[in-house]
């Protein structure tokens, strides 16, 4: 069956990096884009970045443009989500999940998600 599994969160001080990754099973992730979501306590879930298949084509929100980076290893069954810069705000709760539509940017176009991983960057 489909899985997506997120690791890498954690706390650090703010200006500090983490790197996301993201493990993917049960599909073949050169016919699927992927993309990272947030969730911070109290707002609505929000894109983030994405990628299409093949990693060519990447796609940032505003508030993370220059400071994340998206980027896949389909023979490794993994996506990455490389964060520079981190600030107080980029708090959240981070999912990674599988494009099933056509929009890279609406969640509602993306059909499995994994659990999450926990970023607190602390002022």
């Known amino acids: 069956q489909v899985q997506l599994a997120e690791s890498g969160g954690g706390l650090v001080q703010a200006g500090g990096s983490l790197r996301l990754s993201c493990a993917t099973s049960?599909?073949?992730?050169?016919?699927?884009?992927t993309g990272w979501f947030r969730q911070a306590p109290g707002k609505e879930r929000e894109f983030v970045a994405a990628?299409?298949?093949?990693?060519?084509?990447?796609y940032y929100s505003d508030s993370v443009k220059g400071r994340f980076t998206i980027s896949r290893d389909n023979a490794k069954n993994m996506v990455y989500l490389q964060m520079n810069g981190l600030r107080s705000e980029d708090t959240a709760i981070y999912y990674c999940?599988?494009?099933?539509?056509?929009?890279?940017?609406?969640?509602?176009?993306?059909?499995?998600w994994g659990r999450g991983t926990q970023v607190t960057v602390s002022s």
């Open positions: 990628a299409n298949w093949s990693g060519r084509d990447t």
């Open positions: 049960g599909y073949n992730p050169n016919h699927y884009g």
């Open positions: 999940a599988r494009r099933g539509g056509e929009d890279y940017y609406s969640a509602r176009d993306y059909d499995y």
